[in-house]
């Protein structure tokens, strides 16, 4: 039989465990990136429909101030915003694409194929497989480090606890790169994806 040490045994079990978790939780997480997605892309339709509101509505007063009429009748007052958007051909609130989390993964997978789910998949998978890795092997040192000798030294919850602690501390220097790249790119894509539907 081959013998491992341990700390090769925590590597290897945190790279695995990285991977398989990342290729279950990618979809999920891409889903969200685009719950948010839509809401940033509804902002900006409705700040474009009041631009045009607030044009039109200049555009009218500008008109009736050069006729040098001093008492305006109702007749001559600027529509409402939502009829200059209306007008204009953009929409004051633009409804969202996706009614909820199953619909925006159900109309995804309908419209882009299942594997659209995973565009932008290998940083994040590479990050959470170092994530783990590190985490694993950090953690199983610093475990050592507390005096833990397995079957022998058990550490105490508080002991357990302070390991996970520093192993967490020293894990968030190797993902937060990985974690910034995975963001802009699902944002990229979300966005692409959003604008090639209008």
Request: glycine content about 8%; proline content about 7%.
């Amino acid at each position: 039989p081959i013998v491992m040490a341990d700390g090769y045994k925590d590597f290897i079990a945190g790279t695995v465990g990285g991977f398989s978790g990342k290729l279950l939780d990618y979809p999920l997480d891409t889903v969200k990136v685009l719950l948010q997605t839509q809401n940033s892309l509804a902002t900006s339709s409705a700040t474009a429909a009041e631009s045009a509101s607030n044009h039109a509505t200049r555009r009218t007063v500008q008109e009736t101030a050069s006729k040098n009429v001093r008492n305006i009748p109702k007749s001559l007052h600027p529509p409402p915003p939502s009829q200059i958007a209306a007008a204009t051909g953009a929409s004051a609130t633009s409804p969202p694409v996706y009614r909820g989390a199953i619909h925006c993964l159900t109309h995804t997978i309908q419209t882009r194929g299942f594997l659209s789910l995973y565009n932008g998949l290998p940083s994040p998978l590479l990050g959470s497989m170092a994530e783990n890795a590190v985490l694993f092997l950090s953690y199983g040192h610093v475990k050592k480090a507390l005096g833990e000798i397995p079957g022998e030294n058990e550490l105490t919850l508080l002991q357990l606890s302070c390991a996970g602690g520093v192993a967490g501390g020293i894990v968030s220097f190797v993902l937060n790169p990985f974690e910034v790249i995975k963001v802009q790119m699902q944002v990229v894509n979300a966005t692409r994806n959003n604008n090639n539907r209008a």
